[in-house]
């Protein structure tokens, strides 16, 4: 092999992380190259945030990150605190805006930060190549050259229909990143190579799943939900775990919206989902009062009071046809208090168990994945195979929505990119 396609650093993932990482690495003055498969760089990027990238937000926590070791995320996100982040997009001027709950978001195009990244890599003389497939990792117990890598280059369909043959290169370094995302959205280039490569050398994976996705559901509610597809209303969604106060999307496929893409974070398959349709009324407590004040008043008729900002008509209409048809058009003074009650509590606390969720296809990211405790919360180190380091969603470290999965992708990056 020659001295050529030797580097100090190899980053397999073009992503958010591997290249925050080779530019980290390379201001050290490592030689760095990046290798993808994909055919284009930071595509998770430039799709996010609806082409805006949510690229971190002002209120980073440990909380606000799911893992088995939920202290894994702190060392990283201390080093690395969000403004780090704003202050480079700010020196690349970079309009960017905050939305609600300190996110923040470019004004033009999630392009400017794929630009900026790949700028600040090009400045410390890192190499990226993209079209390239990893066949074979081994490893060599010297340290110097300690991974050699086969690879060979991607054809495109018009090259296969050509009848040209993959070139085919090795490349060898001290460093190996493994910083190849998740499993979501396979069509933008997701693989499980980093978890067949922890595998390889030893690491346990924790069970993986499609997170930050929206459910679906068959039977009578699935055809509810499909029927109100569009409606959207501020809910709390929650479960015995957590809860968020947020917006709710009905859709053709079933509960979409911020609200059930933060709970399918914490959700298994089986379990029930709870939302609150009216959480500012206690409705239980309403409908009584109102069959006192106004007994000759039917439920649709207190309701209705809220379909202007809270619950929109459509979905009252459909409330009534399922919850409460058989006494749709008698006074609440004709109406006992125990079925009153039982209908506010179900306003406030409609259960619901999802067949599923979309999985992998449309989820923003991936649960699970390389267990933290096998690998150096620092450095990003693997325990079992110096100068192996796994960075980004590969590893079982999930953020909620709202920019803190970029904000785990750079500050794993830098740390890494520290000391690889
Ligand atoms: P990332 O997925 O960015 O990069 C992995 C790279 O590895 C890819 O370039 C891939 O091609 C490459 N790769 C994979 N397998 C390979 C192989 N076998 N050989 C070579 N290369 C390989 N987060 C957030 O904070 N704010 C947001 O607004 C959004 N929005 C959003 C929208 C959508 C639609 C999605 C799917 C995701 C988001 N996210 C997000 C999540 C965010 O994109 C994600 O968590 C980070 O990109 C993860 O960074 P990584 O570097 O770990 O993986």
């Known amino acids: 092999m020659d001295n050529n396609t030797h580097y100090d650093v190899i980053i397999v993932g073009a992503g958010a992380s591997g290249l925050y990482c080779a530019l980290t690495a390379g201001r050290r003055g490592r030689r760095v190259l990046v290798l993808d498969h994909a055919n284009k760089v930071g595509k998770k990027i430039l799709m996010s945030g609806g082409g805006r990238c949510n690229f971190t937000n002002y209120f980073v926590e440990p909380e606000h990150f799911i893992s088995a070791n939920p202290h894994f995320c702190k060392s990283a996100l201390s080093r690395y605190p969000s403004w780090e982040f704003i202050g480079m997009v700010e020196q690349h001027k970079i309009p960017y805006h905050e939305r609600e709950h300190g996110q923040l978001f470019c004004d033009d195009s999630a392009q400017d930060i794929v630009t900026m990244l790949l700028?600040?890599?090009?400045?410390?003389?890192?190499?990226?190549?993209?079209?390239?497939?990893?066949?074979?990792?081994?490893?060599?117990?010297?340290?110097?050259?300690?991974?050699?890598?086969?690879?060979?280059?991607?054809?495109?369909?018009?090259?296969?229909?050509?009848?040209?043959?993959?070139?085919?290169?090795?490349?060898?370094?001290?460093?190996?990143?493994?910083?190849?995302?998740?499993?979501?959205?396979?069509?933008?280039?997701?693989?499980?190579?980093?978890?067949?490569?922890?595998?390889?050398?030893?690491?346990?994976?924790?069970?993986?799943?499609?997170?930050?996705?929206?459910?679906?559901?068959?039977?009578?509610?699935?055809?509810?939900?499909?029927?109100?597809?569009?409606?959207?209303?501020?809910?709390?969604?929650?479960?015995?775990?957590?809860?968020?106060?947020?917006?709710?999307?009905?859709?053709?496929?079933?509960?979409?919206?911020?609200?059930?893409?933060?709970?399918?974070?914490?959700?298994?398959?089986?379990?029930?989902?709870?939302?609150?349709?009216?959480?500012?009324?206690?409705?239980?407590?309403?409908?009584?009062?109102?069959?006192?004040?106004?007994?000759?008043?039917?439920?649709r008729t207190v309701l209705a009071d809220y379909t202007d900002n809270a619950l929109p008509k459509k979905l009252l209409t459909a409330l009534q046809t399922t919850l409460w048809d058989d006494i749709k058009d008698k006074e609440l003074a004709n109406i006992k208090d125990e079925r009153l009650s039982e209908l506010g509590n179900t306003i406030n606390g409609w259960q619901l168990k999802p067949s599923g969720t979309e999985g992998y296809r449309t989820a923003e990211v991936t649960r699970g994945g390389v267990k933290t405790d096998e690998v150096s919360s620092k450095t990003m180190q693997s325990n079992f195979q110096d100068g192996l380091y796994f960075i980004g969603e590969v590893l079982d470290v999930t953020g909620w929505l709202g920019g803190y999965n970029f904000q785990w992708a750079w500050a794993s990056g830098f740390v890494c990119g520290e000391v690889a």
């Open 119 to 299: 700028d600040e890599c090009a400045a410390v003389g890192v190499q990226i190549r993209i079209n390239t497939q990893i066949d074979k990792v081994d490893v060599n117990e010297t340290e110097y050259k300690r991974f050699n890598l086969s690879t060979s280059k991607k054809l495109s369909k018009k090259d296969i229909a050509n009848g040209v043959k993959p070139s085919q290169h090795k490349y060898s370094c001290d460093s190996l990143v493994v910083a190849t995302g998740g499993l979501s959205i396979p069509t933008m280039g997701a693989s499980g190579l980093g978890y067949e490569l922890a595998q390889q050398f030893g690491h346990q994976l924790i069970p993986t799943d499609a997170s930050l996705v929206p459910f679906t559901f068959t039977d009578k509610t699935g055809e509810l939900i499909r029927a109100l597809a569009g409606i959207s209303l501020p809910v709390i969604a929650s479960n015995e775990r957590i809860s968020f106060k947020l917006p709710l999307l009905f859709t053709h496929r079933g509960l979409s919206g911020p609200a059930m893409l933060q709970l399918s974070n914490y959700w298994q398959t089986g379990e029930h989902i709870n939302i609150n349709l009216l959480p500012d009324i206690d409705v239980t407590t309403l409908l009584l009062a109102h069959k006192k004040s106004h007994p000759k008043q039917l439920i």
